[in-house]
């Protein structure tokens, strides 16, 4: 019996981490607004309205973009194969994100 509530304690904390793990890295809502200035994050819901608009005038992201802030301005650039063989966002972050290197 103990054996059997000591699974049922293991799973319950299991399934209590793994929507806290997923929501560090999907900080980002969908049909938000996101502006940076002065060192600062704003935000706010799209409408349906400035959602058709956001459609006509922004361009995708690549995969492997990456944002980097320093000294109060925002740099972007594209994940990419380092001369170590691995992608830069394998050397950054310490583990594969599955982003190919471009052709």
């Keep these: 019996m103990k054996i059997v509530s000591s699974l049922l304690l293991a799973t319950a904390l299991a399934l209590s981490v793994v929507p806290a793990l997923a929501q560090e890295e999907s900080t980002v809502n969908d049909r938000n607004i996101y502006v940076f200035s002065n060192g600062k994050m704003h935000r706010m819901k799209a409408s349906d309205a400035q959602h058709a608009m956001i459609m006509q005038k922004f361009r995708q992201m690549p995969p492997g ?39």
Excluded: H, N, Q, V
């Design 65 to 103: 973009t990456m944002i980097y802030y320093s000294g109060g301005a925002f740099y972007m650039g594209e994940d990419s194969m380092m001369p170590s063989g691995k992608m830069m966002s394998t050397e950054f972050f310490g583990r594969d994100f599955g982003f190919a290197p471009p052709r």
